[in-house]
Nanobody
Framework: QVQLVESGGGLVQAGGSLRLSCAAS????????MSWYRQAPGKERELVAG???????NYADSVKGRFTISRDNAKNTVYLQMNSLKLEDTAVYYC???????WGQGTQVTVSS
């Protein structure tokens, strides 16, 4: 059974940093690309960053240069390092696998002024 469990969200001041983690289980993690999405209140869910099985990454324009996605295949975990956080980064952040509709429960990130 595929499971994705996010952690690391919280309340942070603008300009601060957070690192999100997503622990995966139930599949061969190293074989799959992984992504982070986010959904702000009243907005559609949007792609933040993705990382392929081989390690190459892509980012939404809004987070390029501030966020870094990475993976540790030994720990079956994908990370999202978020620096220089802005008010508009406030959202629930979700982890997902590239194939199949598997989503975590989400972790709330709130950026305050």
């Amino acid at each position: 059974q595929v499971q994705l469990v996010e952690s690391g969200g919280g309340l942070v001041q603008a300009g601060g940093s957070l690192r999100l983690s997503c622990a995966a289980s139930g599949f061969t993690f190293s074989n799959y690309g992984m992504s982070w999405y986010r959904q702000a209140p009243g907005k559609e869910r949007e792609l933040v960053a993705g990382i392929r099985a081989g390690g190459s990454a892509n980012y939404a324009d809004s987070v390029k240069g501030r966020f870094t996605i990475s993976r540790d295949n030994a720990k079956n975990t994908v990370y999202l390092q978020m620096n220089s956080l802005k008010l508009e980064d406030t959202a629930v952040y979700y982890c997902t696998r590239s194939v199949g509709s598997y989503w975590g429960q989400g972790t709330q990130v709130t950026v305050s002024s």
